[in-house]
């Protein structure tokens, strides 16, 4: 289809510099040639912008800023492949959403070259020096969330880079310094602030107590700089440039990888326990994909996604396989209330929310128990597949009373034949991430979310020793580890502080196969924390269950439980519906629930159909 942003004319001097002083790129891609046009400035967005949903016939790109999406987009348009595609997509969103990820931070992707799947783990790893304390103030008790965050303690090394690097140099098509090509350029050149990233700016409360960030976020009279503002980040430009030239190195040893270290030991009230040697020592990691039967609308699909220490695919294919074994698919659709005040659109009814929120429950109290580092935490009965055989599942499904009293609370199950030793992790705040959905025209597919976890991270910005203005935000992941080390007890948790342990995570990149042709079917996922599994799980459940194309399964009202209330997207449900699951004894909490999905489908007639979310500033493109 036509490039729906308009592009302007810009100058290729970036692009010939790097051309002729890089020495990294992959053998296989000497011979490509990426020229890069910026285009147009992204749409203002904040609060519910409806979105039509694209059609395209050979490639396709989902991003959650459209300069993101185009910086993708004209990759593959210059013959490169899914990854090269998504390496200039996550160097654009780490200057335009700075917010949600970027080189400071961790990703997972998840990869399909139409015969195999392999998953790709960038995810942050504690550093050697921390230990399971690491959260205990001087009371001895866990620590407020934001107590932990803020400052250098929550920083764990990043893994974003080397884990793009491994992918490109597997699957890249491109030359890897032409692929930062479109950030540089857009960070010399500078950029439109957002309707949304000026409301983050506005709406937090400690980025502006880091110098760095105080001085490029914000104005001198202490407000953030204007939306439809030009924000430049010349240190940036910078960083990335030695990226492109000497590849992840760049980042994780010498002056780049100093930089990181001064600003994470030097906090002055908070410092982190970060050292040269964990980045020098840092490795992604290569790891077999979950991968699960799921039959819905009488056909048999296969869905892949990442396995521990991410709890995305394991919780999603929990709910849904649980679901299987209930009424649920008997649950049509009914009226519910749009994102535009005084429309109507279709939601799930109060009948099918019980099932569901009653599976998540179930699901969650799994995920606590059982969920971490597969190098450090042993899976029960001896494999995660444990946690998703069907007749486990089964019999999990018969705690649910369908039209009776909510459990309102859940415990762990117990799958395989080894019961754990571990005790359930206390809920923690989970945020942040950004999602990226691409098909490329060489049959490869990838589903890849990335996150610094918190909005603004650790809120500390180094300018990765360049000294100009800008730079770059760091993770505050390690936040993703449990607080408390063990239960009243003494019985430990899995997902407790160690040196050099992953912590637990949500993100569900997820891709989507035909069972018995082994065709592809969909790719997506979503930010939003621990709701990402509730996210994904719908948009999966829309397309395949109901029918749904991938924009109006986006377009369904946000639902879920944690493990406790029973939560609903506020404004999209009628008040019966809310009525109806109080009825069933549940405590119902309706909250704002900011997803950010992004999803691509294979149609009938050989194309691609991509959805992007309405409640932030995403679309899609491709040809």
Same mark, same amino acid.
């Given at each position: 289809?036509?490039?729906?942003?308009?592009?302007?004319?810009?100058?290729?001097?970036?692009?010939?510099?790097?051309?002729?002083?890089?020495?990294?790129?992959?053998?296989?891609?000497?011979?490509?040639?990426?020229?890069?046009?910026?285009?147009?400035?992204?749409?203002?967005?904040?609060?519910?912008?409806?979105?039509?949903?694209?059609?395209?016939?050979?490639?396709?790109? /989902?991003?959650?800023?459209?300069?993101?999406?185009?910086?993708?987009?004209?990759?593959?348009?210059?013959?490169?492949?899914?990854?090269?595609?998504?390496?200039?997509?996550?160097?654009?969103?780490?200057?335009?959403?700075?917010?949600?990820?970027?080189?400071?931070?961790? $990703?997972?992707?998840?990869?399909?070259?139409?015969?195999?799947?392999?998953?790709?783990?960038?995810?942050?790893?504690?550093? /050697?020096?921390? &230990?399971?304390?690491?959260?205990?103030?001087?009371?001895?008790?866990?620590?407020?969330?934001?107590?932990?965050?803020?400052?250098?303690?929550?920083?764990?090394?990043?893994?974003?880079?080397?884990?793009?690097?491994? $992918?490109?140099?597997?699957?890249?098509?491109?030359?890897?310094?032409?692929?930062?090509?479109?950030?540089?350029?857009?960070?010399?050149?500078?950029?439109?602030?957002?309707?949304?990233?000026?409301?983050?700016?506005?709406? &937090?409360?400690?980025?502006?107590?880091?110098?760095?960030?105080?001085?490029?976020?914000?104005?001198?009279?202490?407000?953030?700089?204007?939306?439809?503002?030009?924000?430049?980040?010349?240190?940036?430009?910078?960083?990335?440039?030695? =990226?492109?030239?000497?590849?992840?190195?760049?980042?994780?040893?010498?002056?780049?990888?100093?930089?990181?270290?001064?600003?994470?030991?030097? #906090?002055?009230?908070?410092?982190?326990?970060?050292?040269?040697?964990?980045?020098?020592?840092?490795?992604?990691?290569?790891?077999?994909?979950?991968?699960?039967?799921?039959?819905?609308?009488?056909?048999?699909?296969?869905?892949?996604?990442?396995?521990?220490?991410?709890?995305?695919?394991?919780?999603?294919?929990?709910?849904?396989?649980?679901?299987?074994?209930?009424?649920?698919?008997?649950?049509?659709?009914?009226?519910?209330?749009?994102?535009?005040?005084?429309?109507?659109?279709?939601?799930?009814?109060?009948?099918?929310?019980?099932?569901?929120?009653?599976? %998540?429950?179930?699901?969650?109290?799994?995920?606590?128990?059982?969920?971490?580092?597969?190098?450090?935490?042993?899976?029960?009965?001896?494999?995660?597949?444990?946690?998703?055989?069907?007749?486990?599942?089964?019999?999990?499904?018969?705690?649910?009373?369908?039209?009776?009293?909510?459990?309102?609370?859940?415990?762990?199950?117990?799958?395989?034949?080894?019961?754990?030793?571990?005790?359930?992790?206390?809920?923690?705040?989970?945020?942040?991430? %950004?999602?990226? %959905?691409?098909?490329?025209?060489?049959?490869?597919?990838?589903?890849?979310?990335?996150?610094?976890?918190?909005?603004?991270?650790?809120?500390?910005?180094?300018?990765?020793?360049?000294?100009?203005?800008?730079?770059?935000?760091?993770?505050?992941?390690?936040?993703?580890?449990?607080?408390?080390?063990?239960?009243?007890?003494?019985?430990?948790?899995?997902?407790?502080?160690?040196?050099?342990?992953?912590?637990?995570? %949500?993100?569900?990149?997820?891709?989507?196969? &035909?069972?018995?042709?082994?065709?592809?079917?969909?790719?997506?996922?979503?930010?939003?924390?621990?709701? =990402?599994? #509730?996210?994904?799980?719908?948009?999966?459940?829309?397309?395949?269950?109901?029918?749904?194309? $991938?924009?109006?399964?986006?377009?369904?009202?946000?639902?879920?439980?944690?493990?406790?209330?029973?939560?609903?997207?506020?404004?999209?449900?009628?008040?019966?519906?809310?009525?109806?699951?109080?009825?069933?004894?549940?405590?119902?909490?309706?909250?704002?629930?900011?997803?950010?999905?992004?999803? =691509?489908?294979?149609?009938?007639?050989?194309?691609?159909?991509?959805?992007?979310?309405?409640?932030?500033?995403?679309?899609?493109?491709?040809?």
């Amino acid at each position: 289809m036509k490039r729906l942003l308009t592009s302007v004319a810009a100058s290729a001097t970036v692009l010939a510099l790097l051309a002729a002083c890089s020495s990294f790129s992959s053998p296989s891609s000497q011979s490509k040639q990426f020229s890069y046009t910026v285009p147009a400035q992204p749409e203002a967005s904040s609060g519910y912008t409806p979105k039509p949903g694209w059609a395209t016939r050979q490639f396709a790109v /989902a991003a959650a800023n459209p300069l993101a999406t185009d910086a993708g987009y004209q990759v593959l348009k210059a013959g490169g492949s899914a990854v090269d595609a998504a390496i200039a997509v996550q160097m654009v969103l780490a200057l335009v959403e700075p917010q949600s990820s970027g080189i400071g931070g961790g $990703a997972f992707l998840l990869h399909s070259n139409g015969r195999t799947v392999e998953a790709f783990d960038g995810r942050e790893t504690a550093p /050697a020096a921390a &230990d399971e304390k690491l959260f205990i103030g001087a009371d001895g008790k866990p620590m407020t969330f934001y107590d932990a965050v803020v400052g250098g303690r929550s920083v764990g090394t990043p893994g974003t880079l080397p884990m793009l690097e491994m $992918a490109h140099q597997q699957y890249g098509k491109l030359p890897w310094a032409q692929l930062f090509v479109p950030a540089i350029q857009l960070a010399e050149a500078g950029f439109k602030v957002s309707a949304r990233l000026n409301t983050l700016l506005k709406d &937090d409360k400690y980025l502006k107590n880091d110098k760095v960030a105080a001085a490029y976020f914000y104005k001198p009279d202490g407000t953030p700089v204007d939306t439809g503002s030009t924000l430049r980040n010349p240190a940036l430009a910078d960083v990335l440039r030695q =990226i492109a030239r000497q590849g992840a190195g760049a980042l994780m040893a010498g002056s780049g990888a100093q930089a990181i270290v001064s600003k994470v030991q030097s #906090h002055p009230t908070n410092p982190g326990k970060l050292a040269l040697s964990d980045l020098a020592d840092y490795q992604a990691k290569k790891r077999d994909p979950i991968c699960l039967d799921y039959s819905a609308a009488g056909k048999a699909y296969r869905l892949c996604g990442m396995p521990p220490h991410s709890s995305g695919a394991i919780a999603v294919g929990q709910i849904l396989g649980i679901l299987s074994h209930t009424n649920a698919a008997n649950l049509p659709l009914v009226a519910g209330m749009g994102g535009v005040a005084g429309t109507m659109a279709p939601a799930p009814s109060a009948d099918w929310l019980h099932l569901y929120t009653e599976a %998540s429950r179930l699901a969650f109290a799994d995920r606590s128990q059982y969920l971490g580092d597969p190098d450090f935490v042993q899976p029960p009965g001896g494999n995660w597949m444990s946690l998703l055989d069907p007749a486990y599942l089964r019999e999990r499904a018969k705690l649910i009373q369908p039209g009776g009293p909510s459990m309102k609370t859940a415990k762990p199950g117990v799958p395989g034949t080894v019961k754990t030793a571990y005790a359930p992790m206390p809920e923690q705040p989970e945020h942040g991430t %950004s999602h990226i %959905s691409i098909v490329d025209g060489y049959g490869n597919a990838i589903a890849m979310t990335t996150t610094i976890e918190d909005a603004f991270g650790a809120r500390l910005m180094t300018d990765g020793g360049t000294g100009k203005a800008g730079g770059f935000l760091l993770n505050n992941e390690l936040t993703d580890f449990s607080f408390a080390p063990t239960d009243a007890d003494g019985k430990l948790v899995a997902n407790r502080v160690q040196a050099g342990k992953r912590p637990r995570s %949500s993100m569900a990149p997820t891709l989507v196969f &035909d069972k018995n042709s082994g065709q592809f079917v969909m790719s997506g996922g979503s930010p939003g924390g621990a709701l =990402i599994i #509730h996210y994904t799980a719908k948009t999966l459940y829309g397309v395949l269950n109901w029918g749904l194309n $991938a924009q109006q399964a986006i377009d369904l009202p946000n639902f879920g439980s944690l493990g406790g209330p029973s939560l609903l997207e506020e404004n999209r449900f009628p008040p019966a519906t809310v009525q109806a699951l109080r009825a069933h004894g549940a405590e119902v909490r309706e909250m704002t629930m900011t997803s950010g999905l992004q999803a =691509i489908q294979k149609t009938p007639t050989s194309g691609f159909f991509g959805g992007a979310d309405p409640r932030r500033e995403g679309v899609v493109l491709g040809d």
